[in-house]
């Protein structure tokens, strides 16, 4: 269901109306009101000075509030049947909304600092009146801005945490997927004279990795489109993890893919960060471990999905960066585990290779 919102200047140009109506109906409407045809029309014109003070008040928010008060002075000496300045109190809302409590508090003070005139030509009752409607309408003001100050400081960490995702994907899609080119752009090169068959075969799985990269991208890409157009394909999940098996496969190291326990329904995002912990994995597997072969075993439990990545690569020691999570691939796959309420350990084995354990639960998106 599509939610419409007033613009700014169509909303402050009914505030204003309501205003001009208002004023004019108290000036015409009280028996008590102006006398002459000159007074009449001049107090008219102060209630439509001080309503269009509204309409100003966004692009020139000191002037307008200047002359709402100047206004106001007007109808009071003219019409002290509408009451003290009018209703200045409705442009000092706008002017609290638009300034910062420094400023809109002195507009408020020259508001207050005139109230003894309502003193002396109305009494005790007017006075408080005049007083209580100033405070009043700076406090709905001044809460009006502070709501607007969290909603955009809640609309800017909703942006960064989408931009944090989104580099996240990133990484994912072209870390693997460019690593897998250069290496067999590698093998390519090293068997093109001796081997065509091999290079021919290596040139399209480099095609192959090449097309996956930009539909990847295509399709996230679309999903910031303004319009709201969807992605063409869905997001890689589960179901997906053989065709990643394969094309690692072609690239050299071998990936076995076990499953244990009985298979459940899993959420969207669940099934997404582990595509990708799993991704990321073997491409870290494939550009540093010199691994042959690699193990993903997926164990579930009623709770959770157990993901366990294995290789037999390279040695603790030359591992050791990468085990301590300098890289920043390691870091985003604990933050993917973490945000759908999971949580991930890597290491180095004893008797070398390098695990990836990552546990992460079937209800936390559900």
């Not at 002017?95 to 009494?123: D, E, H, K, N, Y």
């Not at 999903?223 to 050299?252: H, I, K, N, W, Y």
């Not at 020691?317 to 309420?341: C, D, K, N, Q, T």
Request: proline share 5%; with cysteine.
């Amino acid at each position: 269901m599509k939610t419409f919102r007033m613009r700014p200047a169509v909303s402050d140009a009914g505030w204003a109306g309501v205003l001009a109506v208002a004023l004019t109906t108290l000036i015409l409407g009280v028996p008590e009101g102006p006398d002459t045809a000159v007074e009449i029309a001049a107090a008219l014109a102060c209630a439509a000075a001080q309503a269009a003070s509204i309409l100003l008040m966004r692009r020139w928010p000191e002037p307008a509030m200047g002359l709402a008060i100047v206004a106001g002075i007007g109808i009071e000496a003219l019409a002290p049947q509408v009451g003290w300045l009018g209703l200045a109190a409705a442009p000092l809302i706008s002017f609290a909304r638009i300034r910062p409590p420094r400023v809109s508090l002195c507009a408020l003070g020259v508001m207050l600092a005139l109230t003894p005139w309502t003193f002396v030509s109305g009494g005790w009752t007017d006075l408080i009146l005049a007083v209580f409607a100033s405070l009043l309408g700076w406090a709905w003001g001044e809460l009006a801005r502070v709501r607007c100050i969290r909603r955009e400081q809640e609309r800017r960490r909703i942006v960064s945490d989408e931009r944090a995702r989104l580099a996240r994907e990133l990484h994912d899609v072209v870390a693997h997927n460019v690593s897998l080119m250069v290496v067999q752009a590698g093998a390519a090169a090293d068997v093109f004279d001796s081997r065509p068959d091999r290079a021919r075969a290596a040139l399209d799985t480099i095609q192959e990795a090449g097309r996956s990269a930009l539909g990847e991208l295509r399709t996230m890409l679309q999903t910031l489109r303004p319009d709201g157009v969807e992605p063409r394909a869905p997001q890689p999940g589960l179901d997906q993890l053989d065709a990643l098996a394969a094309s690692l496969g072609a690239a050299g190291l071998a990936v076995a893919v076990n499953s244990a326990g009985d298979a459940r329904a899993v959420p969207a995002d669940v099934s997404l960060s582990a595509y990708r912990i799993v991704q990321e994995s073997l491409t870290n597997t494939l550009r540093h471990a010199r691994a042959t072969r690699a193990e993903v075993d997926l164990r579930w439990t009623d709770a959770a999905l157990h993901l366990q990545i294995t290789d037999d690569g390279a040695a603790a020691a030359v591992r050791a960066p990468h085990a301590h999570g300098a890289g920043a691939g390691l870091v985003g796959m604990r933050e993917r585990a973490r945000l759908v309420g999971g949580s991930l350990d890597a290491g180095p084995l004893p008797a070398g290779g390098f695990r990836v354990s990552a546990r992460l639960p079937l209800g936390a998106s559900a």
